[in-house]
């Protein structure tokens, strides 16, 4: 298990001191699209974990091998390098379809390939489940909220998205990701669920993605500047990869089809997140300020109460203790095993 821990696993937060959801029902088949991905690779270690047969489909253009590669040799792991927008035939029970790039560096790198993911990726995945009768779970985000009128943004909240911006690639693909899985739901009976995460953050997520937790870790460990975007006024909520697992696989394994938002309330400005960067890395690191990129949303939170409702999850690991377990993850792999400068 050391091994696992370090691949970058997130140990023992990863089942929330409640019951094991696996306890429930063992042995089935999964699809984890994008399961070589920072999220879908935490997902596959719990699946596995509870006794599952996982399927990983992956086309590594923002996965790698190095997140799964500990389950190799094990029979009841399978990896297929496949990309979502062309078909596949699989016999499944469930399939949680997280295939997309998520951060926005590497969505905007290929907008067209990004909404062909969204659209037709889902799409095939949504026909999968309807001729095998699989349970499908849709990764969206509360991007669907683009810049938001309403704070903190509750379920039922249709959004401010701008259609032709830069950004419309990934948020209105996610939201006719969303109409799809709802068309499927109602017209062909295909048994659907909803996540709408908020930003998240942990082991293994890309070192150079561009989001703000991985720009800002990397750069103070490496001695360099952050750069605040903006004015750094903006505010995000941020949630460990662990606390969102948690939630994806209550919602499938729940009664409700959503959309559920999964994220953690705790709100921070880009300047107070850049502060939590100095306590626990570097007290001197430095700030540095640069231009924001364009549509960029100005505050996001999500409101939780129906997923505590609904399906009793809430976030347990707040910024300050998730911190640091990314830090040690991305102290490794800057510095190496050997630490030159691991400290
Ligand atoms: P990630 O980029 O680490 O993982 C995405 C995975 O999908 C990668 O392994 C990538 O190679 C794979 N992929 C991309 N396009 C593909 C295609 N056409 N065919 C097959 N595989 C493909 O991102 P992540 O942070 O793990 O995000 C996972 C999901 O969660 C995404 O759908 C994302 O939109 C959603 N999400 C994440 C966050 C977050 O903060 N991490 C927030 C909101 C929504
Ligand atoms: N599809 C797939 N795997 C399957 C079943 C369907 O990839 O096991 C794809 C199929 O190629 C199609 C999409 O899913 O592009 C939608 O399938 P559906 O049967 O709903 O629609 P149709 O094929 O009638 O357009
Ligand atoms: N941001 C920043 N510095 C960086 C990267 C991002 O200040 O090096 C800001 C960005 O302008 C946005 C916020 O951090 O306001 C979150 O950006 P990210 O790309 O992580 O995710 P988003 O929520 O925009 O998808």
Same mark, same amino acid.
């Given at each position: 298990f050391?091994? !696992? !821990?370090? &691949? $970058?696993?997130?140990?023992?937060? #990863?089942?929330?001191?409640?019951?094991? /959801? $696996?306890?429930?029902?063992?042995? /089935? &088949?999964?699809?984890?699209?994008? $399961?070589?991905?920072?999220?879908?690779? +935490? /997902? *596959?270690? &719990?699946?596995? !974990? &509870?006794?599952? #047969?996982?399927?990983? =489909?992956?086309?590594?253009?923002?996965?790698?091998?190095?997140?799964v590669m500990h389950h190799f040799g094990n029979p009841r792991f399978e990896l297929i390098r +496949?990309? *979502? =927008?062309? @078909?596949?035939? /699989?016999? *499944?029970? !469930?399939?949680? +379809?997280?295939?997309?790039?998520?951060? @926005?560096? +590497?969505y905007k790198h290929n907008p067209v390939k990004t909404i062909k993911t969204n659209v037709v990726g889902t799409l095939n995945m949504l026909g999968l489940a309807k001729r095998v009768g699989a349970r499908f779970l849709?990764?969206?985000?509360?991007?669907?909220?683009?810049?938001p009128l309403q704070h903190p943004q509750v379920e039922t909240y249709w959004g401010n998205v701008n259609p032709i911006g830069v950004r419309s690639c990934y948020d209105e693909g996610k939201r006719t990701a969303e109409t799809l899985t709802m068309d499927y739901h109602r017209g062909a009976g295909v048994e659907v669920r909803i996540a709408r995460i908020f930003n998240t953050y942990g082991p293994r997520m890309c070192i150079d993605d561009g989001r703000v937790v991985s720009n800002f870790v990397a750069q103070a460990l490496r001695k360099e500047p952050m750069t605040v975007y903006g004015d750094g006024k903006q505010t995000r909520s941020f949630q460990y990869v662990s606390d969102l697992v948690e939630g994806l696989m209550r919602l499938m394994e729940g009664e409700h089809v959503g959309p559920f938002n999964l994220g953690n309330p705790g709100e921070f400005t880009m300047l107070e997140l850049a502060q939590v960067v100095q306590e626990t890395i570097d007290p001197n690191a430095k700030i540095v300020f640069r231009p924001n990129t364009e549509d960029d949303p100005h505050k996001r939170k999500p409101d939780i109460n129906k997923a505590k409702d609904l399906l009793g999850w809430e976030p347990k690991v707040p910024l300050r203790k998730g911190l640091p377990m990314m830090v040690t993850d991305f102290r490794q792999r800057i510095f190496g095993d050997h630490k030159e400068d691991g400290g």
């Open positions: 050391s091994f !696992q !821990q370090n &691949r $970058g696993g997130i140990g023992s937060f #990863s089942s929330g001191g409640k019951i094991p /959801l $696996g306890l429930k029902r063992k042995g /089935l &088949r999964i699809v984890v699209t994008g $399961g070589a991905g920072f999220v879908g690779s +935490h /997902l *596959v270690d &719990r699946l596995i !974990q &509870r006794g599952d #047969s996982v399927i990983v =489909v992956d086309n590594f253009f923002t996965g790698r091998k190095e997140n +496949h990309d *979502v =927008v062309e @078909p596949l035939l /699989l016999e *499944v029970d !469930q399939i949680y +379809h997280l295939a997309c790039p998520a951060s @926005p560096v +590497h849709l990764t969206s985000t509360s991007e669907v909220y683009g810049d």
